[in-house]
């Protein structure tokens, strides 16, 4: 069992920045940043591995950047250059083996934070 408490959500004017950050109860291979919006499908945000292989979504590429530290057991993201569009609950989620391309369908992973809410107004 694997428990996740995010962190670092808050609101924001567009143009400015954020950092999450995810504590992890173990180590997991696989830990990623997913995030739903209201009336909208969950979304994969950024993921990273245990070899360091990391990959985000189109709409976040250049903007967001996701990092972990191992001896802290910590998964961050940080956010600039954000817009209203990324409003949304920000989930952190594990998995013990790695993805790879599948990193981005949240039904590959057994372990879910509560979430933390991101606003972002215009």
């Known amino acids: 069992q694997v428990q996740l408490v995010e962190s670092g959500g808050g609101s924001v004017q567009a143009g400015g920045s954020l950092r999450l950050s995810c504590v992890a109860s173990?180590?997991?291979?696989?830990m990623a940043w997913f995030r739903q919006a209201p009336g909208k499908e969950r979304e994969g945000v950024a993921a990273?591995?245990?070899?360091?292989?990391?990959s985000y979504a189109d709409s976040v590429n250049g903007r967001f950047t996701i990092s972990r530290d191992r001896d802290k057991r910590t998964l961050y993201l940080q956010m600039n250059s954000l817009k209203p569009e990324d409003t949304a609950m920000y989930y952190c989620?594990?998995?013990?083996?790695?993805?790879?391309?599948?990193?981005?369908?949240?039904?590959?992973?057994?372990?879910w934070g509560q979430g933390t809410q991101v606003t972002v107004s215009s």
């Open positions: 989620a594990a998995e013990n083996t790695i993805l790879g391309d599948s990193w981005s369908n949240g039904y590959k992973y057994t372990y």
């Open positions: 990273v591995d245990s070899a360091g292989w990391i």
């Open positions: 173990r180590y997991t291979n696989s």
